[in-house]
C-alpha cells in the first residue's frame, strides 16, 4: 500500500454548483488529484529501489527529487484546497483570523483583492495561497507556479486557491478571474481559522 492516499471529498460532486460542476469537480478530484497520489506514490518507490541499487547519480536523482515534490505538492495543496472548500460557504471570517487580516493584509476587502489579483495572474499554472509566515508572525498573500512551495518562506498554507487551468477551463473557458470570483463564495473559513489557530500555535 502506498504512503499516500486520495481523500474522499467532504460533500458531493455537485455540491458546489453553480460556481464548481459536478464534472469539473469529479474530473479533478477523482483524475488530476489522484494522479499526484499516485505519481507521489510511485516516485518514493523509485527512490528507494535507486538507494537499494546504489544509482544516486545527481542526474537521476535530481530528476526524481523533482518529480516527488511536485506530485507530493500537489496532493498537499489539493487536499487543502477541498477542505477550504464548502457549498456553505462564503461570507467573512471572525475572530482571530479576522484580526490578523485587518493588522496584516489592510482588512477583509484589501485581503480579498489582492488574493484574488494574485491567483488571476499566475502566470502559467500555479496557486494564490493565503499564507502564514512564521519568521514575521504575519499573514502574506503568495503566489505557488505549478505545485512546488516556496519553502524559502516557510510559510503554512492556510487558504488555497487553484489556478490550474482544469480547475476552471471546462466551465469558465479563459476567462480565470470570473472563477476566483465565485470560488469566494464557497470559503469554508471555520477549515481556514482552524489551520490559522494550528499554524500560529506551532
Known amino acids: ?20 460542476t ?13 494522479a499526484y497520489v499516485r505519481g507521489a506514490n510511485d516516485t518514493l518507490e523509485q527512490l528507494a529501489e535507486a538507494r537499494t541499487k ?14 516527488f515534490a511536485f506530485n507530493l505538492s500537489g496532493h498537499v495543496l489539493h487536499t487543502i484546497f477541498w477542505e477550504n472548500l464548502s457549498p456553505d460557504g462564503g461570507d467573512r471570517p471572525d475572530g482571530a483570523l479576522a484580526d490578523a487580516i485587518d493588522e496584516h493584509l489592510g482588512g477583509f ?22 499564507a502564514w509566515e512564521p519568521l514575521g508572525r504575519r499573514l502574506i498573500v503568495e503566489q505557488v507556479y505549478d505545485h512546488h ?4 518562506q516557510g510559510s503554512t498554507p492556510l487558504l488555497v486557491f487553484d489556478a490550474w487551468e482544469h480547475a476552471y477551463y471546462l466551465q469558465y473557458r479563459n476567462v480565470r478571474p470570473d472563477y476566483v470570483t465565485r470560488l469566494w463564495d464557497l470559503v469554508n473559513w471555520q477549515d481556514v481559522a482552524d489551520r490559522f489557530a494550528r499554524a500560529t500555535a506551532a
Open 109 to 130: 476587502e484589501a485581503f480579498r483583492r489582492q488574493l484574488t489579483v494574485a491567483t488571476s495572474s499566475v502566470q502559467g499554472s500555479g496557486w494564490g495561497v493565503l
Open 54 to 67: 546504489e544509482q544516486l547519480a545527481p542526474t537521476q536523482l535530481v530528476g526524481l527529487e523533482k518529480t
Open 1 to 20: 500500500m502506498g504512503t499516500y492516499a486520495l481523500p474522499d471529498l467532504p460533500y458531493d460532486y455537485a455540491a458546489l454548483e453553480p460556481a464548481i
Open 149 to 152: 512551495g516556496n519553502v524559502g
Open 22 to 34: 459536478g464534472e469539473i469537480l469529479e474530473l479533478h478530484h477523482a483524475k488530476h488529484h489522484a
